[in-house]
């Protein structure tokens, strides 16, 4: 009895991965045609993509997301520790030329570019592991937003077909991004800038590359030297932001009500990014901490 419990139970799974497998090939063969589309060749795409398998350890990472589920001052004590800073204070020497440099053509900060580099990839130690299109291609197929990140997936095909990496080199988060500061690829593909003059937009494996793309993000987005990265409100104040600045994931607000004393952190090149005028481009979401290191 036992024996053909267990046989019904392994023969479901194997339906249920069956159907998951052609669900998958499906929904490929539906992303081929838009990336076809757009400019990725065959080639290309089937090279990237022939063989793959879905990463469910993607989606459990997907159902779980630090920035979400922790209180605030619980996410930014992870983040930031002594240790960070004695690092953020080493690199602004050691990379002092460059960030200079960043500093004036880009009009941001050289604190804030190496605070940035320091919270999204621990200057440069954890950028993630995961192959991009592998990871990708599991949330296109799989779970909420699938629409934003077809499109990713195709961008990372784009960055395959430019040449600046290869699809075995482009590794990083579940949700793709990647590199020194974790640019999606998108964003790559925007902003990116080659600023030690080799002719190629490195942010995984060059410094400079990935210190002026940061600085680069930050001044399209907004950024204005000098003001704070972020600033406090309480909770009298969370109504008049929303209606002011027309905030979209007012969710976040009301997640935050929970800390003691404030609402919210608010980061204000989100809040511009929010507003109605100017629409500037941005993916920096509401409530990522960067603390300039002064
Ligand atoms: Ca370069």
Excluded at 76 to 101: F, H, S
Excluded at 207 to 215: E, F, I, K, N
Excluded at 264 to 270: A, E, F, I, T
């Amino acid at each position: 009895m036992l024996h053909r419990l267990v046989d019904a139970l392994l023969m479901s799974a194997c339906v249920a991965a069956n159907a998951a497998d052609g669900e998958f090939g499906n929904c490929l063969a539906q992303v081929r045609t838009q990336a076809l589309g757009s400019g990725i060749t065959a080639q290309t795409f089937d090279a990237a993509t022939t063989g793959l398998e879905p990463d469910e350890s993607v989606l459990e990472a997907m159902r779980y997301q630090p920035e979400f589920v922790t209180p605030i001052w619980d996410y930014l004590a992870g983040l930031v520790d002594d240790q960070r800073v004695a690092d953020g204070r080493a690199r602004l020497e050691q990379w002092a030329t460059v960030l200079a440099a960043a500093e004036a053509k880009f009009a941001v900060d050289r604190h804030t570019i190496v605070a940035v580099w320091g919270v999204e990839s621990d200057y440069g130690r954890l950028m993630g592991k995961r192959p991009l299109v592998r990871s990708l291609a599991t949330v296109a197929c799989f779970g909420s937003r699938q629409s934003f990140f077809r499109s990713e997936l195709i961008a990372t095909l784009r960055i395959v077909q430019s040449g600046d990496f290869t699809s075995d080199a482009l590794v990083g988060s579940w949700a793709g991004a990647f590199g020194q500061t974790q640019f999606m690829p998108s964003t790559f593909l925007r902003i990116a800038v080659d600023f030690d003059g080799d002719g190629r937009r490195d942010i995984v494996g060059s410094v400079p590359d990935a210190l002026a793309s940061t600085a680069n993000y930050l001044k399209r987005a907004g950024w204005v030297m000098g003001e704070p990265s972020n600033r406090m409100i309480v909770a009298s104040e969370a109504s008049a932001l929303t209606s002011q600045f027309h905030i979209i994931q007012p969710q976040v607000v009301k997640k935050n009500r929970r800390s003691p004393g404030f609402t919210s952190v608010c980061n204000r090149c989100s809040l511009r990014c929010c507003s109605k005028v100017p629409p500037a481009p941005c993916t920096m979401h509401f409530g990522t901490p960067v603390v300039p290191l002064e």
